[in-house]
């Protein structure tokens, strides 16, 4: 059974970093070919991908926000982590991890989400 | 980017009615390579993450009813739900997976008349 989670700090003050975790399991990401993406989604609003990282340890951005975004992925493969430096209000969202068995492949699974609030 | 525009933005039904929601994208999905179309329907409930519903514009996922349908090729997709159940109440959106940065449509907002 495939399952992901996300966790985060909730709440966060403007030009903070922030940095958010999911635990999956149900599947390796070492396994050829899978992918772990964040995706997030304003209150009310529609879904922006973000980031992503694959089996391999490679990395792929939105470039509309490459500069402030670093995924990463624990040396044991269950876990996946995202860094947003210098949020601010627009960060506000609730941050999705979702699973996809190939790069060009549609998102399966999906975690919970946990919401952010960016507020001073 | 390619653009996804979703139609409409909302939508009231009563139960037994048929609905179609539209997806636009703003370059073709379909893959010369496999002519598979990158175009994926999700449904969303309040509180809850996306649900897969159909992927590759026309293949309905495991466990998912038969009254939702997914159609269309290149840049232009439907999903229509047939015969709407009070569970289906809920925000729709479409996904294209044919080219990085993947985009969404605005959603479809599923709402009893």
């Known amino acids: 059974q495939v399952t992901l989670k996300e966790s985060g700090p909730g709440m966060l003050q403007p030009s903070k970093t922030l940095s958010l975790t999911c635990s999956f399991s149900?599947?390796?990401?070492?396994?050829?070919?899978?992918?772990v993406s964040w995706i997030r989604q304003p209150s009310g609003k529609s879904l922006e991908w973000l980031a992503a990282i694959d089996w391999d340890g490679d990395k792929y951005y939105n470039p509309s926000l490459k500069s402030r975004l670093t995924v990463s992925k624990d040396t044991s493969n269950t876990q996946v982590f995202l860094k947003i430096t210098s949020v601010d209000i627009a960060d506000t969202a609730t941050y999705y991890c979702?699973?996809?068995?190939?790069?060009?492949?549609?998102?399966?699974?999906w975690g919970q989400g946990v919401m952010v609030t960016v507020s001073s | 980017d390619i653009v996804m525009t979703q139609s409409p933005f909302s939508l009231a039904v009563s139960e037994g009615e048929m609905v179609t929601i539209n997806c636009k994208s703003s370059?073709?999905?379909?893959?010369?390579?496999?002519?598979?179309?990158?175009l994926a329907w999700y449904q969303q409930k309040p509180g809850q993450s996306p649900k897969l519903l159909i992927y590759y514009a026309s293949t309905r996922q495991s466990g998912v009813p038969d009254r939702f349908i997914g159609s269309g090729s290149g840049t232009d997709f439907t999903l229509t739900i047939s015969d709407v159940q009070a569970e289906d109440l809920a925000d729709y959106y479409c996904?294209?997976?044919?080219?990085?940065?993947?985009?969404f449509g605005a959603g479809t907002k599923l709402e009893l008349k």
């Open positions: 370059q073709s999905l379909l893959s010369s390579g496999n002519q598979k179309n990158y």
């Open positions: 996904l294209q997976h044919y080219s990085s940065p993947n985009t």
């Open positions: 979702a699973r996809r068995r190939d790069y060009g492949s549609y998102f399966d699974y």
């Open positions: 149900g599947f390796s990401l070492s396994t050829s070919g899978m992918v």
